[in-house]
């Protein structure tokens, strides 16, 4: 039988891009977008779209069966920063959302899930470098004890119920398609857009603040690497460590003024800081490279000269 894919939170940073790559793979048609709100002009023209709660899980299963759903990508949740403004509502979405479609595929209406963690997970007490795949949890923030939470349901009802849902902990996402949803990392994508359009930037995180980060592209490609992984090969049923990069503001300013040297950049940290002082400065991946061969294409330099080439191109045809 044909694979027919949900989306939920098909609207959001990352659900863009994946959307319309799995669109590529697996046809327009087959690949249900959906969200609370509208997509983009190109999602809504590529294929089928639904306004849908995620965390509805009634609503959820009248989809499921309009279309005959067999994977579901629960991608809907609140993020690090815009979480610590709106707890409860954080954790009624990030925690019923992810219930929700496990007990449907617990009721065997559908046959695999992707749900994505986070470096979140971890908190001030892990090791900060090289943190490794199992290690200190002890996350501090909403979103990060939300995914904790989330990484134990997905563990317990592959465990008890045989549910096949698998997850990453992405670290920091950088995109040039489609603008930030208010996490912690997003200063690395705000960053690019105003060095183009303003020649300067003010940063929420100080200078020497490292983290791990990942070019969307690769992000995708590992999301889509997973879930067409033999599912004996799956190892974590957690989530996955996940890691490409790790940079911090001030480095990746150098590299944007390799081509912008007018660019400058003032450092004016918020609450976000504490968030990121609490969170692991590299990850070890090496069970997602051993287990499903990950590998990652894009590194700090690469990353920095594609998004400003297609930034250029996309203002240039917009001037048109």
């Known amino acids: 039988m044909k694979d027919v894919l949900l989306i939920l939170g098909a609207s959001g940073q990352i659900g863009n891009e994946l959307t319309q790559s ?12 959906s969200d609370i709100r509208e997509g983009n002009e190109d999602m809504m023209n590529s294929g089928p779209f639904e306004l849908i709660n995620a965390t509805d899980k009634n609503q959820i299963l009248q989809i499921v069966q309009k279309y005959k759903v067999t994977q579901v990508y629960l991608l809907a949740a609140m993020l690090s920063a815009t979480a610590e403004q709106h707890p409860q509502k954080a954790w009624n979405l990030n925690i019923n959302s992810l219930l929700a479609v496990l007990d449907l595929a617990k009721e065997k209406h559908i046959k695999q899930i992707y749900w994505p963690s986070s470096i979140a ?70 960053i690019y857009f105003s060095a183009l359009e303003e020649g300067k930037y003010t940063c929420f995180l100080s200078e020497n603040t490292r983290l791990p980060m990942m070019y969307m592209d690769d992000a995708v490609n590992a999301t889509i690497q997973l879930m067409q992984t033999a599912s004996h090969k799956i190892k974590e049923r957690t989530a996955y460590n996940l890691s ?77």
């Open 22 to 33: 799995l669109r590529k793979i697996y046809g327009n048609e087959s690949v249900i977008a």
């Open 121 to 190: 997970v971890f908190g001030p007490t892990t090791p900060k470098q090289n943190t490794p795949q199992k290690s200190v949890m002890e996350p501090s923030t909403v979103y990060g004890i939300s995914k904790l939470a989330g990484e134990f349901w997905c563990n317990y009802y592959h465990d008890k119920y045989g549910v096949d849902v698998r997850s990453l902990r992405y670290p920091g996402i950088i995109s040039w398609k489609s603008k930030p949803g208010g996490g912690t990392t997003d200063y690395a994508v705000d």
């Open 244 to 320: 490409a990069i790790s940079f911090t503001p001030r480095e990746i300013a150098l590299e944007i003024k390799k081509h912008i040297p007018e660019f400058e950049i003032l450092y004016k940290p918020d609450f976000r800081q504490k968030i990121a002082d609490s969170w692991p400065q590299s990850i070890s991946d090496s069970k997602a490279r051993e287990d499903w061969n990950w590998q990652h294409q894009f590194d700090l330099s690469s990353m920095t000269k594609d998004i400003l080439t297609n930034l250029k191109e996309q203002r240039s045809t917009l001037k048109l």
